[in-house]
């Protein structure tokens, strides 16, 4: 009798330490529920951006402004062939603004801009967090020129950083802006997005056209 409570108390204890075993390792690795939208289906078919009335996003520079998009999502010839992302001809020093209000995860502001031949740098850049737990990306920032710290709150429209030609930009100065599904954030899964402030012409998908001319109306 008394080794087997013994035995019980020892089974429970070991029970009790699996239990926080598992539940450590879930927290470590994010257990939780993710839809993912994997890369492998191809970039066009993943490419549904719907209204962009209906979109939380703002474009990502200041209302009154107005930029060539050139570069959209799933580009073939460029950078972009298996992202929905899109390039924004912002010119040096140009304002970049947050597309949604989040958290900072991440910063990166240390490196040069582009300058004639100059070898390409990495890009200086910044990812915040949404509510949703998705993660946007603003890249080819200038150096020394982000404004926001780590771990800071940043509402939609808040002055963020300016732009700047850092990084792989085929030395054309450019905003480059892409929503991944989660953090730690991953190219391998983004997320289609438009924006509800931008005035100009969509295509059947509801993204952005390259070339076009998008006009950051107020939001
Ligand atoms: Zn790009």
Redesign the pocket.
Known sequence: MVINTGMKSISKKYTLLLLAFLFVFCSAYKCKEKPLEEKSKPCLERAQFGNPEDSEYILPFPAGKKYVCS?SYCNPNG??SN?L???FALQISDTVIAARSGIVKSIREDQPDRVGEITASNHNFIMIEHSDGTVAFY??LKQNSVFVTIDEKVEQGQIIALSGNSGNTMNFP?L?F?VYEFWPATETYDVPVNFRNAEGPMDSNGGLIADEWYEAKCY
Do not use: E, N, V
Request: hydrophobic residues 15%; aromatic residues 8%.
């Open positions: 570069q950078g972009h992202q992302a899109y390039d890249a080819h450019h480059h892409g």
